[in-house]
């Protein structure tokens, strides 16, 4: 099977986060007659799914992904059918095309080719797939396998993850790192009243509006040569009962760090609470820390995807390590040297996403050289 009718086949599979819904089970099929041992695991109802072949004192290189996607949102908005497949002026549409079934369906079909033309590869293989990197954090993601591997000893040399990082041509841009991610809910606590006597009332709106401001002009870091500075961002503000003359007496934010390591969680609860105190505002606050920076600081893997996308795709990479979180916080804690390899972002989590079918060719190319590159290296 190509890796275009692999990815049209699962791109038709409605595996919206939590859910995997099947795709494990097309993809182990595509495994039939080569050496490879299966483990599904399912905590609260998150999968996870493990594929082997080898078990020396070899180097391990893995191929990280996952099969969840993102809901399509009003599938009337989109020129086709979210979960159809289909194929216009030469592109593939569909919810998971770009992130990430397009990466998982090449990494899958550039493995088989491989494995066709080296019966005897000089490293242990693993794929490692998870159907819940999009959604919520739960005790059941990708982390709980990879610390089942840690406490057995077991642990990936070098780990390929097929998150869509490319800008505007396969390869361009790849990831050897990310940003923590930090998220809050705050509740500001006012007076309820009536909005024509204002002295009666206490406005929590207009009271976090100063607070606000400062927030949004606050420098908490520099960054450094690997990342961005951290951000701060805002993404729900709810206040008000429905009435317009009533001065509403709550208010719930949610918002967002996303950190450099030049910042700590600590630090930036510090400096939050500091500026909320200023304001005399009475509040409650909670903490949800998702995802710790992580930084590949060796540099043979990257070495070696970095002259494969050359080889393949004639251009030089860019290491560029913006963007949202990915499961390579969880191998981070091993030590693997990783890189995030993918497709192109533009349309992820878009209306009609889609990715070009020449691009995935490319990729799988790309895909292909790195693994010949890493059995010629061992």
Known sequence: MSNLELLKKLIKIESISPNDNGCFDIIKQQFDGLDFSFEETNYKNISNLLITNGDSKNKTFCFLGHTDVVPPGPESEWSVPPFSGEIIDNKIYGRGAADMKGGVACFISALKEFLSENKDPSFNIMVLLNSNEEGKLENGKV????????????FIDFCLIGEPSSSKKVGD??????????????????????????KQALNPILGIGKTLEELKNMEWDRGNENFEPTSFQVSNIKSGTGAENVVPGVLEMTFNFRFSPESSPDGLKEMF???????????????TLSALPFLTSKTEFIDIVKSSIKEINNIDTKIDNGGGTSDGRWVAPMGSEIVELGPLNKTIHQIDEHVDIEDLSTLKEIYKKILIKVHQSA
Request: charged share 30%.
């Open 173 to 198: 841009v790849i990831r050897i790192g990310r940003r923590g991610s930090l998220s809050g809910n705050l509740k500001v606590y006012g007076i309820q009243g009536h909005v024509a006597y204002p």
């Open 143 to 154: 982390d709980r396998m990879i610390n089942e591997m840690i406490d057995k000893d077991k």
């Open 273 to 287: 609470e500091t500026l909320l105190k200023k304001s005399d505002l009475k509040y409650d606050l909670s903490w």
